[in-house]
């Protein structure tokens, strides 16, 4: 089940075979969001635990006495790692640093227990069975911590191992007691490194899960362009844009020319082929930065940022040329089809809706002085 996981785990994590490209930066940020969430809350609780534990150790009936500054030294480790996490916390919140501090932190835990375990092995009579109790708890704790699954823990988990292996070595310890000192650690590490996998699986299907519902929703599923509401709320954030800089933006609408005599004729399921090659067709004489939608019906809009008339106008011709010099291939057969065009630019008005209804007035001037052409409003 591991192999099965970590194989298909690294599947996604390096080829994206099941997370579609668009998504890829948005998971990354989903990431590392997770990491930095994880990370500040786990060094507030490192903060209050490894003081804690340090002063329960002053207790005689322990035996940790004489390990009392070791310890201390090795717990410094997590606790220097914990406040370096709040530092950035508040200093860079939103740098790059949430992951890799994750993982140094996870790792200094992992060593500062594994470093106490192994004060213990080299003293004659060391107290081996609490320590033991505190290294599964640690690696369990730090299964959870592994936003990117068990990929994470090969370090976390490699050191510390290997470096208690030299250890056991150089303490000559009885196999007898090496094996009941490490079996419960180690069948923990195996179970972290499942359970890390399996947490990040879930997590990046709850991801593609929701980018889907939100896709969805503001997605017009013939076409594949934005919807009505999801165009709003873009225009919306553009023209509030424009009023705080004092810059433009232009509005395009288009409508095909006698599209009902198309549907009437060759049936809705031809007039869908028409509204989704046209999608392709405006999406194609389109800038990257320039956003379409389906307005309604036939209807579409296009939204040009920092674009005023004179950027507006080839733009809207351009667009009126690519539906109009090829036939539209439909199952019906080539179709001849044209398509009339508003255009208004932002000059200041308080809502978004003003420049749509002045696209809107120019569109149907449009429509009354011939169709197949541009107009300004």
């Known amino acids: 089940m591991f192999s099965y996981l970590a194989i298909r785990g690294r599947r996604v994590r390096y080829r994206y075979g099941l997370l579609p490209a668009e998504w890829r930066e948005a998971f990354h940020e989903y990431q590392r969001l997770l990491a930095r969430r994880f990370a500040v809350v786990s060094a ?24 009392w500054w070791n310890h ?24 790059l640093w949430p992951r890799a501090m994750l993982i140094l932190y996870a790792l200094s835990g992992m060593v500062m227990m594994t470093g106490m375990v192994a004060d213990n092995m080299l003293e004659p009579n060391g107290t081996h069975a609490f320590l033991s109790k505190g290294l599964v708890v640690v690696v369990a704790l730090v299964a959870v911590l592994a936003t ?42 195996v179970i972290g490194l499942v359970m890390s996998e399996v947490l990040y699986r879930v ?25 009505r509401r999801a165009f709003d709320a873009r225009l919306e954030a553009e023209h509030a844009r424009c009023r705080r800089q004092g810059t433009s933006y232009a509005l395009i609408m288009a ?45 579409f809009m296009v939204l040009l940022r920092d674009g005023g008339q004179h950027e507006a106008e080839p733009v809207a011709e351009k667009l009126r040329l690519a539906v109009a010099d090829t036939p539209f291939h439909t199952s019906a057969g080539p179709l001849s089809i044209t398509t ?22 120019a569109l149907y001037a449009a429509k009354e002085n011939g169709r197949n052409r541009c107009e300004s409003a």
């Open 72 to 95: 201390l030294g090795w717990r410094i480790l997590p606790m220097v790692a914990a406040i370096g996490i709040l530092f950035l916390r508040w200093r860079v919140p939103d740098g």
């Open 255 to 299: 409508d095909l020319d006698h599209f009902k005599h198309v549907n009437d004729t060759h049936g809705h399921d031809v007039g869908d082929e028409v509204l989704t090659e046209l999608a392709q067709r405006l999406k194609g004489a389109l800038r990257t930065e320039d956003e379409l939608g389906r307005w309604g019906g036939e209807e």
């Open 44 to 67: 507030l609780m490192g903060l209050i635990i490894f003081p804690f534990f340090q002063v329960v150790e002053l207790w005689p009936q322990l035996g940790l006495l004489d390990h």
């Open 148 to 189: 990117a699954g068990a990929r994470d823990l090969i370090l976390v988990y490699g050191v510390p191992l290997a470096a208690m292996s030299f250890v056991v070595v150089r303490a000559s310890v009885a196999p007898v007691e090496v094996f009941l000192l490490f079996i419960h650690p180690l069948i923990m590490m």
């Open 203 to 227: 997590r990046l299907e709850a991801f593609m899960a929701r980018q889907q519902l939100e896709q969805s929703a503001s997605t017009d599923v013939l076409t594949g362009l934005a919807n």
């Open 340 to 361: 009339s065009l508003g255009i208004a630019v932002f000059n200041g008005e308080e809502m978004p809706s003003m420049v749509a209804r002045r696209a809107d007035l």
